[in-house]
Nanobody
Framework: QVQLVESGGGLVQAGGSLRLSCAAS?????????MAWFRQAPGKEREFVAT????????YYASSVKGRFAISRDNAKNTVYLQMNSLKPEDTGVYYC?????????????????WGQGTQVTVSS
């Protein structure tokens, strides 16, 4: 079993930045896990934001965040990050961290085996 705990959310003005963290613990996190961030706005379905392969060499982004967000990971710390810049009100939502034990960096939520509880991000206009 793997536990994922997100942190770093909060309230920020449009144009501002936030850095989210996701710490993994539990079963030895030594497999080739791909990691991802998803988000869910009020009244909307959960949507893909970004994903990163185990090595960090492959990343994919949703078109809505490309060029503004950056996903990275530190395997020594079992932590994945999401740097969010130039935030917009439409970026508001609960941000979830997810782990894919198959190790492939994919955009579908069905690919991910473990999920965190989420952290709220609110961007005011």
């Amino acid at each position: 079993q793997v536990q994922l705990v997100e942190s770093g959310g909060g309230l920020v003005q449009a144009g501002g930045s936030l850095r989210l963290s996701c710490a993994a613990s539990g079963r030895t996190f030594s497999g080739s896990y791909a990691m991802a961030w998803f988000r869910q706005a009020p009244g909307k379905e959960r949507e893909f934001v970004a994903t990163i392969s185990w090595s960090g060499g492959t990343t994919y982004y949703a078109s809505s965040v490309k060029g503004r967000f950056a996903i990275s990971r530190d395997n020594a710390k079992n932590t994945v990050y999401l740097q969010m810049n130039s935030l917009k009100p439409e970026d508001t939502g609960v941000y979830y961290c997810a782990a894919d034990t198959a190790g492939r960096a994919r955009s579908s939520s069905y690919a991910y085996d473990y999920w965190g509880q989420g952290t709220q991000v609110t961007v005011s206009s």
